[in-house]
């Protein structure tokens, strides 16, 4: 091993397999090629058919719940329009097979952003219900509209192309289909876009605070979800040649749910695995049928244990124990140094506040606030608990919309800018409580932050993926960085969201009560840390209430009381106030000799 590489500890990180893509589409082809050798019963044909264009509906599921958390009830809306469009358009317009596609997949897109919209006021349990109405209004349009629909009767004899006319043709075609769109999934986990899912999924407002558009994602997500529950339809209409209302039913929307939490909804192999069994089980089981309620019993027992005893689906219990046997194997290389650069340069200061408030009601929480911070150095915002602190840091990072007053952030007024916005201008943070994407690798969660828009490396993966290295090394974690974060002490995981707003090169950083929790050894760990990213002359903005570290450490201190501020200026004088000694307990602040 060179001296530029070190060996990570834990298998999140994938390693790229050289042979993984090859191997994989041998597996494809070999896969079509005995879908169409094979001789096999119209039975087989259409359970096989059946398996593959769901599973491609799933998949859509995959991504919407699995990687960006959101609950979606109504797949099997947009496996109807997908399945409807391919229909009707062949049927009763005369449209080719390819373009009736086109058209279902692109309806349903537009729906599926439709639906991600809502999520703007909407999510967890009314979300839910968001997308089951609309699964009922699909359904009551399928078997109302009879002269576009043709009603509960449905549509038949949908052809097919030619070329693929032959069942087991357009069998191996879908499967190609399925092949291409889960080796995307695959590869969209990884991508930028991916990590911003899982980032939105693990803790939204940490996603929007690190630059990411939480709102957009979410939409993105709904639209992708939507347009493989589309083609999934598509395919099926093609495969069944006739098509009604009860296959797209709510029901089915629960079916399609219910297989990608099975299998998995982490993972595209989860989406395969759920379908295939959630599809073969009743098969299996047929001969119980004979016993009234047996059939059902045991179908229903079955899919409760496993997920009781797997609740991370069946491909999540194996990934578990696969990523357990491979640990400490993989060569990951250095990131080298740390480049800061500290935001705009030339201009003395770097972030000036105008009459702040921020009123919760009656209660003036920030009042008439005015704070202005210098380029370089540690500037502290201290006052007893209450006073108004964390609030003026939640509106100064755009969680809260101010009442009133002005934030100018190196020249540009960023008062009125969304978080992830604030975030591009130049502004990192981190949180009281610790707000990592809990699933995700330390490596993970520092990429997304090095892709803040503007930050040095840009958009290419290979420079993202070094200077998240580099943040890790910076705060000594970078041998950690292929675990996930779950697994870290309370002192190492606030060194990791440190590192993560330190990738994104900010112009300032926002630190809230980096010392709370910590033992006295890690507050050593921890000064050092402000110490080291001081030198390098990026400027801190620091809550904390151990006043041995922020009389260490700042040079500007501002002080609150009942959200006004009460004192202002250099540490050694501040601290000496009267009206600080006095708003501590009208006793001196515990300021070291
Ligand atoms: N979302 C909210 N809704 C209503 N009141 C709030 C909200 N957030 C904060 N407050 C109130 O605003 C005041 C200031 O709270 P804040 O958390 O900013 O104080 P702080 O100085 O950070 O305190 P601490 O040091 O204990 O963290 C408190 O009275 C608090 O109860």
Request: with cysteine; proline share 4%; aromatic share 8%.
């Amino acid at each position: 091993m060179s001296s530029s590489e070190t060996t990570a500890s834990a298998g999140a990180i994938r390693p790229r397999l050289r042979w993984g893509v090859p191997a994989y589409l041998l597996l494809v082809l070999a896969a079509m090629a005995l879908a169409i050798v094979v001789p096999k019963t119209g039975y087989v044909l259409n359970i096989s058919l059946q398996a593959t264009t769901y599973a491609i509906a799933v998949l859509g599921l995959t991504v919407v719940l699995g990687l960006c958390g959101q609950i979606n009830l109504a797949q099997a809306a947009f496996f109807g329009l997908g399945a409807y469009a391919v229909g009707i358009g062949q049927t009763e317009h005369g449209l080719n097979f390819w373009a009736c596609l086109l058209i279902g997949t692109g309806v349903a897109a537009g729906f599926g952003a439709l639906l991600g919209a809502s999520t703007l006021r909407l999510g967890g349990h009314y979300l839910a219900m968001v997308t089951i109405s609309f699964q009922q209004i699909v359904t009551l349009v399928l078997i109302n509209w009879i002269p576009v629909t043709k009603g509960p009767d449905g549509v038949r004899a949908i052809p097919r192309p030619g070329f693929l006319a032959d069942g087991s043709t357009y069998l191996a075609f879908c499967i190609a289909v399925l092949a291409a769109v889960g080796f995307l999934v695959w590869r969209l986990r990884d991508s930028r876009l991916g990590r911003a899912m899982r980032a939105v999924r693990d803790n939204e407002l940490a996603a929007g605070v690190a630059g990411i558009d939480v709102y957009r994602t979410k939409v993105t997500a709904f639209a992708l979800s939507a347009i493989l529950g589309g083609v999934g339809g598509g395919l099926f209409a093609g495969g069944f040649s006739y098509v009604s209302p009860d296959q797209f039913s709510f029901a089915e929307s629960v079916v399609f749910l219910t297989m990608v939490l099975l299998g998995g909804a982490a993972s595209p192999v989860g989406a395969v695995i759920g379908t295939g069994l959630l599809i073969l089980i009743p098969e299996w089981l047929r001969f119980l049928k004979s016993i009234p309620g047996l059939y059902l019993a045991i179908y229903g027992a079955a899919v409760i244990l496993i997920m009781v005893f797997m609740p991370d689906g069946i491909w999540g219990f194996l990934r578990g124990r696969l990523d357990r046997l491979k640990r400490a194997v993989l060569p990951v290389r250095s990131g080298g140094a740390l480049q800061l650069s500290g935001g705009g340069q030339g201009a003395d200061t770097v972030l000036e506040v105008r009459g702040l408030s921020k009123h919760f009601g009656g209660l003036k929480a920030v009042d008439e606030v005015d704070l202005t911070i210098r380029r370089g150095g540690v500037h502290a915002l201290i006052g007893p608990n209450g006073s108004g602190k964390t609030t003026t840091l939640n509106v100064l990072s755009g969680l809260y919309k101010a009442t009133a007053g002005s934030i100018v952030l190196d020249g540009r007024d960023i008062t009125n800018l969304p978080p992830h916005a604030r975030t591009q201008a130049g502004l990192g943070r981190t949180f009281q409580n610790i707000r990592l994407w809990r699933s995700m690798t330390a490596l993970e969660n520092v990429m997304v932050g090095a892709e803040r828009p503007g930050s040095p490396a840009g958009s290419d993966p290979a420079a993202l993926m070094a200077r998240a290295r580099a943040a890790l090394a910076f705060v000594e974690l970078e041998d950690r960085a292929d675990e996930v974060v779950a697994s870290f002490s309370y002192g190492h995981q606030r060194a990791v969201e440190i590192a993560r707003a330190l990738a994104g090169d900010p112009a300032l950083l926002l630190l809230d009560e980096p010392g709370a929790g910590l033992n006295s050894s890690e507050k050593v760990e921890l000064r050092n840390l402000l110490k080291r990213i001081s030198a390098r002359g990026l400027t801190i903005l620091i809550i904390d209430h151990d006043m041995t570290l922020v009389s260490e450490v700042a040079q500007h201190i501002t002080v609150l009381n009942f959200g006004r501020r009460i004192a202002d200026g250099y540490s050694a004088d501040v601290l000496k106030h009267p009206d600080v000694i006095a708003a501590y307990l009208g006793a001196a602040p515990d300021v070291p000799a």
